[in-house]
């Protein structure tokens, strides 16, 4: 298998990368447009694709001073436990040296404790509005 890795968002096929996403089962609502600009307008974004389409993929944000969050983390069911996930977070961390990383789950906890993640009980929340921002392109 020959897999290539990518941190920019330059040549990405964003409605591939939503299809392979839908296919797997791992969709939360957005279009490729919004997608897009999700990853656009975050800190660091990393891809990987194989012969077959896209893998995997993750996106952090950050303030590049103290505070990151990591989002949209996923490896394609048939590529799971060979250490792509490992990799593509280890990509994303080494953006953020110094930083207070978080992120919000109740997926694969295990995964995220395997990198160092501890878990914070008294995390707070909230979906402001209507889930999506139907305006927010470029
Ligand atoms: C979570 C996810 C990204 C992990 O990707 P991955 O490539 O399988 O992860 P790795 O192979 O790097 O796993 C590293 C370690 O994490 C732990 N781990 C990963 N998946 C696990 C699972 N399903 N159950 C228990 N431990 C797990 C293990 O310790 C593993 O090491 P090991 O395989 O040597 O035992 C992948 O399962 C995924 O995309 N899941 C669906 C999307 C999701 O839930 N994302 C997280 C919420 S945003």
Sequence with gaps: ????????????????????????????????????VSHERSHAVVFAR???GYVANG?????????????????????RRRGLGGEIVRRLLATVPGQHVALLTAERTEFYESLGFGIEREALSLVNGEWLNPSATR
């Design 1 to 36: 298998m020959s897999l290539e890795i990518s941190d920019t968002t330059d040549g990405v096929d964003w409605a591939a990368l939503k299809d392979a996403l839908r296919l797997d089962d791992f969709d939360n609502g957005r279009t490729p447009d919004q997608y897009r």
């Design 59 to 79: 996106r952090i944000l950050s303030d590049g001073v103290c505070n990151a969050y990591l989002v949209d983390i996923w490896v394609a069911t048939r590529l």
């Design 50 to 52: 194989d012969d077959g």
